[in-house]
């Protein structure tokens, strides 16, 4: 059948999903039984683009049965956790028993044997990632490994392929040691951060792009090891020590109950880094008179009925405003289903516009007024982009750590007034912001300058915090004390 799977998958890269999707429709009750984990990956990728986050969950799952391969199944496993999280209802121990579940899947797993004990005169810190490109993890990460004193600690980055760009670049020439562990197995990687000595490895990606960092974590390479950034939840992974967190994110101490890891509590869990293309953008001021433009920039993924009841209100209290829904892919198809869902949701569609993603992103800021945020899955670097660029967000803070991500970062932003605790507070929110449209234009004037002053861009005190938590762990964890 390989001949057919390959049809699907190049239909899948031309964009053509229903297409893709009718040829795996036909195959249903022929595909023999070795072969089902691919039919059912081949659905979740399916199901991904066509936004259908319920259809991408069940089908990673189904794959993960299927598959007889230890390793594949893990890597359907974490897109089928990584998908829960679009879905809104389920509780933070609803998230917690799937992860343990995960874990299953390294009940028999090996540590690297214990390495011998070498005191460094610095600390080395490892980050390991899928790759060190641009992206909208890389705008939280990039203090991180680019902002450690170097009389105290040696920093290594780990890529697991060999993808690069003008970021990469910049990161390679700023005195870091970078490797690229592409072509290697799981244990070869992971005994060259061995062969490093890294003191304190830190997982960038967590259950993103199938899990493979968490792959290599799982046989120990670095006696202290963290989850930072890039995953939105537990790994579910003994041989994770830590989480990096904050007090808004994980407020109560019975929230350790839902986590594998110790949770490590930094004074706040983000730090910014705004791109040159993004510094160079200043908010023009918004002409008085015109009508009210609310947008989303985010995965139509995250586009849940219960978020778009709740924009439908906010539309129909503000009957002259218009929406601007803007995905964070280019498929056309997806566009239509997007519009689709929007249509049947109530949303007034002469006044709503969906958008595919676009390189040009940054300049539609210039039109936006409000961004409002998505729940259960929050906007990160969506929230922090837009606020830098002069857009207030409204953020619903849910009841865990995964939904809290948008309450987090406009705390560090200093703007907790735009943070509801209810739906209906989320909408009176919106409301105060669209009503008064000269105080509006003056908090989109000072905005930038507001948030640059603010810890959300205080690298400073964001990579000194990490250092001192790195210190702790090292002390308490670390297999000789400093």
Known sequence: MEAQWQEIIHLLQQGRTQA????????????????LWRFHELYGAVFHDLADAEGAAAAYCNAAQCDKYLRSQREHFSSYLFALHYLPGLSAADLWQQHRYYAELYREEEYLPPRQIVPH???????????????????????????????????????????????????????????????????????????????????????????????????????????????????????????????????????????????VKLPQAFCFTPTESMQKYRRRRRKLGTPITFGSFQNGMKLNREVLDLWREVLDLCPEARMVVQDTTRLPERRKVLEKRLEKAGLPMERTEVRLGTDSYLADYQEMDIMLDTFPYNGGAMTATALYMGVPVVSLRGDHHSARFGASILTAAGYEEWIADTKKDYLKCTLQLAADA?????????????????????????????????????????DFVL
């Open 20 to 35: 893709a999707r009718e040829k795996l429709d036909a195959l249903r009750g022929s595909v023999p039984d070795d072969a």
């Open 121 to 263: 005169s610095r600390l080395r810190i490892g980050f390991i990632a899928h790759d060190f490109c641009n992206s909208a993890a890389a705008r939280f990460y990039e203090v991180l490994v680019t902002g450690l004193d170097v009389r105290y600690a040696s920093t290594y980055l780990y890529a697991l392929h060999d993808e690069e760009d003008a970021f990469t670049h910049r990161l390679q020439g700023s005195g870091l040691v970078y490797r690229c562990l592409q072509g290697k197995n799981l244990v070869e990687m992971a005994e060259s951060i061995r062969w490093d000595e890294i003191d304190i490895l830190v997982d960038l990606s967590g259950h993103t792009d199938g899990g493979m960092t968490l792959m290599v974590l799982a046989k120990k390479p670095a006696p202290v090891q963290l989850s930072a950034i890039g995953y939105m939840d537990t790994t579910g992974l003994e041989a994770v020590d830590g989480v990096l967190t904050d007090n808004v994110l994980d407020p109560a101490a019975g929230d350790a109950g839902c986590f594998q890891e110790e949770l």
């Open 438 to 478: 000269p105080f509006l234009a003056d908090i989109q004037e000072n905005l930038r300058s507001e948030v640059e002053q603010s810890p959300l861009c205080d690298s400073t005190q964001y990579t000194g915090a990490f250092w001192q938590a790195c210190i702790e762990l090292w002390a308490r964890k670390g």
